[in-house]
């Protein structure tokens, strides 16, 4: 029989289905005594209305109905309401049918006629094996859940674990880059002594070479040639700078200002390849802050290389414009491009597609383009030429 808590609690809904109509009042008196709420029908199809309305916990089936065979109506109950469990009335001697009905998923069987209290204790029994499948079912759900949830966990873990080990390499490059460049620094820093004792010669031949002088077209290439050691002399103090102190930049540099003083040292070399130059300024882009000289080493280096690859003839394009608060440049040569296998790394120092490099080049633009928080990138590279982005925050 019910417990005391069950009878006190919501009733067990019992739907019963059967044609026999002395079978539905008879079960459906007994079953309301001992606690629970039937609800009765002579039609299979009727009884599946009430199962839909009322999500009863049983139902008692007759195998025999009128409109509709026992096996089939229990197969669609069991497939539309899974949580309701069927307990089928079958007539005796039909014990074959009722194994063949708990195997297509009945709860129970019970035999007509039945034991008022046998019909009880084994509804009863019925509904606490239900009660325990359906928690297990919940627990299985709730371990599929967590099951899931630790899966998208240890995916996430994964990802986390790649993009660190990816971040991990790639600081490590860089930490191998700067070493490289640090022993470069210092070794820059050993050399500009001796640079600049036959810098230092070579201005003043040419001062004296411009005493003697009266040749318009000798002294404009020597004034070009002071200018140019005066550069060079100047990126010899700025590497100075660089190793013994913090750099400290305030300046606000127009950067097609810097370009056109890049390319001003390349025209003899231009004129002489019959190079095509293109400046795509799209706008007058807003100042960074920078060190003038510092960025044009920048150019100077790119341009350098472009001329190298192109040889005699070609086009040499820069375009400036602004976006989302950068100033963007991009510098396209029709050259031969860069070697696929050699992309990733050209800017590593010491790497050198020529003959007569010591790839050093690259690498210093990067770090320069990277000390003012700016990125330089190969946006493309082909047999047909190669194409460099840069990028540089607007200044505040």
Known sequence: MLTESELSGPKKTVVIIDDDRNILELTSLILARSGFQPYVTDRVHEGFEFISRYSPELVLLDYMMPDMDGLSALQQIKNRFPDTYVVMFTGRGNEEIAVELMK????????????????????????RIREIELHNRDLQKQQEHLLSEIEQWNLELQKRVREKSESLQNAQKEIAQSEKLAAMGYLSAGMAHEIRNPLNSISLFVQLMRQTTTEPEQLEHQAKILKEVDRIDSIIRKLLDASRRTRVISSKVQINQVIDNAIEAFLPQIENRKIDVDRLYHCIPPPITADPTELEQIFTNLFLNALDAMGHGGRLAIEVFEKDGHVVVRV?????????????????????????????GLPVAQRITRMYEGKMEVEHSSPVGTTFRLEFPVSS
């Open 104 to 127: 297509s998923g009945a709860s129970e069987y019970i035999l007509k006629p039945f034991n008022n209290r046998n019909l009880v204790e084994r509804l009863e029994n019925v509904l």
């Open 332 to 360: 396209s040569d029709s050259g031969t491009g860069i070697a696929e296998d050699a992309l990733s790394s050209i800017f590593e120092p010491f790497f050198s597609t020529k003959n007569r490099g010591i790839g050093m």
